[in-house]
């Protein structure tokens, strides 16, 4: 276990010490959250519009979708640390460590997922102060849905990086994957209003599933059933799946992901 709480508080300490890292994880969520979401909240302002959102505003339907946004870009990223540490040759000290390769990665995945729930719980406490309708008892669960989603991708993150030589390789990458899985992932608009095409590629993505989980334990939704009535609004839920089911698919990807990145480390080769 020792390989498992030093790599675990290394990455810990170093998210700490890298100020600009810090301040550019928040900056990213507030500008969705303040820009988007508080300028598309006045266009969805009308007594009607709440029928688009499963019940509820605007904000309170954006805010757990930003919040789990904030984790998996947190999670996601983490993996470039791997190809700085290659490229500065700690990697291949822990390559020849007597210590587990398997508990090292893990430690690694558990640091820095740790640390990605941290952000998504401060950003998650902001939108407590414009968006009306989150309930304080959902905070709790939604750190367990936030670590589990922020394994799943941090490791994913990992066993990518492992893979690649060159920082601009794994942006590049990221640039591609990330946005494409934000936008399909319901936390800004619901999945049942996107084209049937999209929704195939939604239920797919395990950020959908993550945003359906946290609007199950973060948002107060007593008008969900009232939206059918509403002529020429079409029905939305306020979520899609049930709580087990997005619990369920989160928890087996992030031991798949896991289980990944623990063979990809086992099998890593010093050059």
Do not use: C
């Amino acid at each position: 276990m020792k390989a498992f709480t030093t790599m675990a508080y290394r990455q810990i300490k170093r998210f700490f010490r890298a100020r600009s890292r810090v301040i550019g994880m928040f900056v990213n969520p507030l500008m969705w959250l303040i820009f988007f979401g508080l300028g598309w909240s006045k266009v969805f302002n009308f007594p009607a519009a709440s029928a688009l959102f499963g019940g509820v505003d605007y904000l309170s339907f954006l805010a757990p979708g930003i919040t789990a946004m904030t984790i998996f870009n947190a999670s996601f990223i983490a993996g470039i640390s791997v190809i700085w540490d290659k490229q500065f040759g700690f990697l291949k000290e822990i390559l020849v460590a007597l210590a587990s390769r398997k508990e090292a990665i893990t430690g690694r995945i558990v640091g820095d997922s740790v640390m990605a729930v941290l952000q998504g719980l401060i950003i998650l406490l902001l939108t407590f102060t414009i968006a009306s309708s989150l309930k304080f008892s959902g905070v709790l669960p939604m750190i367990l849905i936030g670590f589990l989603l922020a394994i799943a991708f941090s490791s994913f993150g990992v066993s990518l990086a492992l893979r690649m030589t060159s920082m601009e390789g794994f942006q590049m990458i990221m640039s591609f994957l990330m946005l494409p899985l934000m936008f399909l992932s319901g936390a800004f608009y619901p999945v049942e209003t996107m084209p049937t095409w999209m929704q195939y590629l939604a239920y797919i993505n395990p950020l959908t599933y993550a945003v359906d989980a946290a609007r199950h334990v973060l948002v107060n939704a007593p008008a969900t059933t009232a939206t059918a009535s509403i002529p020429g609004i079409p029905t939305v839920s306020l979520t899609r799946f049930s709580l087990m089911t997005d619990i369920g698919v989160l928890a087996v990807l992030a031991l798949a992901f896991l289980a990944i990145a623990m063979i990809s480390f086992e099998r890593a080769t010093i050059e």
